[in-house]
């Protein structure tokens, strides 16, 4: 995925790399306290962007759901055709008992 | 003589079975055996991803508290949840979704479908002697019943490899998805913004640093400098550990799919069993250091 959200999320991550790297390099304490702020901020917009990259990387998995759905359906398909091959045995045995007893009837005649 | 035709016309369609069951046995793995490993990594997946990111949503609401503090005014608009409980919601879905259907196909691929199936084949072969009353040869009726288990085994096989087939494009877009939400590296996805969270945490210890003039002070700024370190870096080893786990899970159901024979599934336990060992180093890190993890250790 390369959306928007990505690039700005990317881009944030970035910047606050970049004034990191500088309030390492400074000494002066106004001047590090005013690249906190700065970072304070980008920090919390990271957050945000973070949040609506998660949502639309989740949206992804969503919409693979149906497809899993599908293919599971399918399993219980095959799972029900294996029941009706039993009952189908079953079945011409209940049948063969019935013709069975006609024989015997027929038999007696 | 009519018997012993009978008999050899039997034994023939049983010898042609034999090979055919031999023939399309060779074909494929079962993965009977591998579904119950895949289904135990996927709900073992699913709890450490609840966990991890159960994590990260308290870590990052303590850094919310901290940039609250830094503005003039109070209002909601300042938190939010880092990763939406209804996105959550949406990967514990796809979790069980997932596991849903490696039950169902546990449950096609299990010996239960083939004895079921013997059961009542051998319930009609005793019918059939009973109607017919001749005698089938000794061996006949039993065999017969063995070769009607292992074709209903074999269709069961077959089903589960095309319904394994037709699954696994979503499921590798769901991994890879789940993957990429996590973040490839230290710098992207939700392992971007923690990273983010952490240099900020660095950063204002960086300040304190600047703000304390003397070396007994500065020595304990330092101490807890190195230990947020130690701690951005197990929590980035937990994520990083989760991923990989998403990245076996899809492989393991690839393996599945296409009738490779299974290292992912091994490479699976030994990541989780990893995922575990980073968890409690990371514990032990927020013990020693004795602090509430919501606001990341240290600010």
């Known amino acids: 995925m390369n959306s928007e959200i990505k690039k700005l999320h990317d881009q944030l991550i970035s910047m606050h790399q970049s004034l990191a790297r500088r309030l390492g390099t400074t000494s002066d304490l106004d001047e590090a306290e005013a690249i906190l702020r700065e970072m304070e901020e980008l920090n919390f917009r990271v957050m945000m962007a973070g949040r609506l990259l998660f949502k639309e990387t989740t949206a992804t998995i969503d919409d693979g759901i149906g497809s899993i759905i599908a293919a599971s359906a399918d399993v219980e398909k095959a799972i029900k055709s294996v029941a009706r091959v039993k009952d189908l045995i079953k079945t011409v045995g209940q049948f063969l008992g019935v013709v069975d007893k006609t024989l015997d009837l027929i038999k007696q005649l | 003589m009519i018997k012993d035709r009978r008999f050899r016309h039997a034994?023939?369609?049983?010898?042609?079975?034999?090979?055919?069951?031999?023939?399309?046995?060779?074909?494929?793995?079962?993965p009977g055996s591998e579904v119950p490993p895949f289904r135990q990594a996927v709900v073992t997946a699913d709890q450490q991803t609840s966990s991890a990111f159960a994590d990260v949503n308290r870590f990052l609401r303590g850094q919310q508290i901290e940039h609250a503090?830094?503005?003039?005014?109070?209002?909601?608009?300042?938190?939010?949840?880092?990763?939406?409980?209804?996105?959550?919601?949406?990967?514990?879905?796809?979790?069980?979704?997932?596991?849903?259907?490696?039950?169902?196909?546990?449950?096609?691929?299990?010996?239960?479908?083939?004895?079921?199936?013997?059961?009542?084949?051998?319930?009609?072969?005793?019918?059939?002697?009973?109607?017919?009353?001749?005698?089938?040869?000794?061996?006949?009726?039993?065999?017969?019943?063995?070769?009607?288990?292992?074709?209903?085994?074999?269709?069961?096989?077959?089903?589960?490899?095309?319904?394994?087939?037709?699954?696994?494009?979503?499921?590798?877009?769901?991994?890879s998805a789940m993957m990429e939400a996590i973040g490839e590296d230290a710098g992207s996805g939700v392992r971007g913004t923690v990273r983010v969270a952490w240099a900020q945490i660095l950063a204002r210890i960086s300040v304190e640093y600047l703000r304390d003039s003397s070396q007994s002070a500065r020595r304990l700024v330092v101490g807890r400098y190195v230990e947020a370190l130690d701690e951005r870096d197990a929590e980035d080893r937990v994520l990083g550990s989760l991923r990989l786990s998403l990245a076996s899970l899809a492989k393991a159901h690839e393996e599945l799919a296409y009738d490779r024979s299974g290292s992912a599934g091994a490479l699976l336990q030994l990541i989780q069993d990893e995922y575990k060992g980073y968890r409690e180093e990371l514990k032990a890190i927020r013990e020693r250091r004795g602090a509430d993890s919501t606001n990341g250790g240290t600010q």
């Open chain 2, 11 to 30: 034994a023939a369609v049983l010898s042609v079975a034999a090979v055919f069951v031999v023939l399309v046995g060779c074909g494929s793995t079962n």
């Open chain 2, 69 to 175: 503090l830094t503005q003039p005014t109070l209002n909601e608009d300042l938190f939010f949840e880092a990763l939406p409980s209804e996105d959550l919601a949406k990967w514990s879905r796809a979790f069980s979704l997932i596991d849903s259907y490696g039950e169902k196909l546990e449950l096609l691929l299990g010996e239960g479908q083939r004895s079921g199936v013997e059961g009542e084949l051998s319930v009609l072969g005793q019918k059939i002697q009973e109607v017919d009353g001749d005698q089938l040869p000794a061996g006949i009726s039993a065999a017969f019943t063995r070769f009607g288990g292992l074709l209903v085994q074999l269709k069961a096989e077959r089903d589960a490899h095309k319904a394994i087939r037709k699954a696994d494009p979503a499921i590798q877009q769901v991994f």
